[in-house]
């Protein structure tokens, strides 16, 4: 099955930002909405944020809306996650899938990367 590839984590600082990058498949990601998603040690994966297939629409979760931003460039195949401030809660493995619908519930995401880690010091 397909996989995306994430890139771009790493450690920072509190308020400092950083972009994350997913590499999905070519020919076929224009096709579906893609999510970003983080998984906290001890903590369940929850969705942070997701865009339609053409950019149009976005879903945030209440956590990171205002300092988050989701993008995607379709002829590129990639789908970028632009964090600002970021705060010592927002450290986790974040992780990037597609999906039919970008209201789709996690369940229903595939082809998940191996994550990217983003480690925030206060």
């Known amino acids: 099955q397909v996989q995306q590839v994430e890139s771009g984590g790493g450690l920072v600082q509190a308020g400092d930002s950083l972009t994350l990058s997913c590499a999905g498949a070519p020919y076929t990601f224009h096709l579906y909405a893609m999510g970003w998603f983080r998984q906290a040690p001890g903590k369940e994966r929850e969705s942070v944020a997701s865009?339609?297939?053409?950019?149009?629409?976005?879903f945030y979760a209440d956590s990171v809306k205002g300092r988050f931003t989701i993008s995607r460039d379709n002829a590129k195949s990639m789908v970028y996650l632009q964090m600002n401030s970021l705060k010592p809660e927002d450290t986790a493995v974040y992780y990037c899938?597609?999906?039919?619908?970008?209201?789709?519930?996690?369940?229903?995401?595939?082809?998940w990367g191996q994550g990217t880690q983003v480690t925030v010091s206060s």
């Open positions: 865009i339609s297939q053409s950019g149009g629409a976005t």
């Open positions: 899938a597609r999906a039919n619908s970008f209201t789709a519930p996690i369940g229903e995401f595939e082809s």
